[in-house]
């Protein structure tokens, strides 16, 4: 992966450590306080929530319309970042570039690998539910979208309870009353996705992104994907993918609005179909499961 220059690394550190060894009080140590931890991308945001509920402020560096394979942090988030006690970490492209340098700013500050032990999915064109490879993590072969699927999300809840309270002892009870409740939640959720894509047609989709590879792993669908690591396909590549379409009789493109629509448009002509956003970055993940779910049964008849 490239690495990320275009915001001034020693103007973001500076204002990093100023915010860390100044005079303020870190949240976490002040009396009747949130706890600050911070995120990479919004559905971390609504999954800690419903751990932390009202004792944690969630402090999200890649928010709305923001890449988290390009993003890179603003200044102006360094005071939010320095006051965390606690960093969730989900493998997105942007940490591996920046959460060094953020560790090194803030040592006060955990950073939590909520992946840890978790069987990653190998970044290909066609990937299919049950493979679970766990090839290491280089120049982006290993997919990183994990959140897509409830079942990882059971295991990163747990790491996250875990963390929340040992940095917080005095909550931990209500952590893991709040974590309980989560857990049925997640159980409900898959059922209910079962039932939705139970009896479609067809079990495999075209995305122009790899995003949803875990999603089709835990409900037994396949994904195709158009771009891998964030390369475009090679003429050779595309017209193999346009004549399995064609094949497959496959008809939309699934495209998300953070990335560029263009070449999903151009495949979309090319097999006589349309284009359809689905992003796996909305705030809300529930809400966003059952929808994209939805989507896929209407598609896939």
């Known amino acids: 992966m490239k690495k990320l220059w275009f915001i001034p690394f020693i103007l973001a550190m500076s204002v990093l450590a100023s915010c860390a060894t100044g005079a303020d009080v870190p949240a976490s140590k002040a009396v009747n306080e949130k706890l600050n931890v911070s995120v990479s991308i919004l559905p971390q945001k609504y999954i800690v929530e419903q751990i932390g509920g009202d004792y944690i402020e969630v402090n999200v560096l890649a928010g709305p319309g923001a890449d988290p394979h390009t993003y890179e942090p603003k200044p102006e988030q360094m005071k939010s970042l320095a006051r965390s006690r606690l960093y969730f970490?989900?493998?997105?492209?942007?940490?591996?570039?920046?959460?060094?340098?953020?560790?090194?700013?803030?040592?006060?500050?955990?950073?939590?690998?909520?992946?840890?032990?978790?069987?990653?999915?190998?970044?290909?064109?066609?990937?299919?539910?049950?493979?679970?490879?766990?090839?290491?993590?280089?120049?982006?072969?290993i997919d990183t979208h994990t959140w897509t699927s409830p079942e990882m999300v059971k295991h990163q809840a747990a790491i996250i309870t875990q963390a929340l309270s040992e940095v917080d002892p005095n909550h931990a009870a209500e952590y893991q009353q709040n974590y309980d409740a989560f857990l049925a939640e997640l159980t409900s959720l898959q059922a209910d996705i079962h039932q939705t894509l139970e009896g479609i047609g067809s079990k495999k989709f075209l995305v122009f992104h790899p995003a949803w590879g875990y999603f089709a792993q835990e409900f037994g669908l396949e994904q195709v994907a158009v771009e891998v690591g964030g390369q475009e396909p090679s003429a050779q590549e595309l017209a193999e993918i346009i004549k399995e379409a064609q094949t497959e009789d496959i008809r939309v493109v699934f495209a998300q609005p953070e990335i560029s629509t263009r070449s999903a448009e151009i495949i979309a002509n090319e097999i006589n179909g349309k284009v359809l956003l689905i992003s796996p970055l909305e705030e809300n993940w529930m809400e966003n499961m059952r929808k994209v779910a939805q989507t896929f049964k209407d598609v896939l008849k």
């Not at 032990?117 to 049950?130: D, I, K, S, V, Y």
């Open 89 to 141: 970490a989900i493998g997105v492209d942007f940490e591996q570039a920046w959460l060094e340098r953020f560790e090194g700013a803030n040592p006060e500050m955990k950073v939590v690998n909520t992946i840890e032990g978790l069987q990653l999915l190998p970044m290909t064109t066609n990937e299919q539910a049950g493979d679970t490879s766990t090839e290491e993590n280089h120049d982006n072969e």
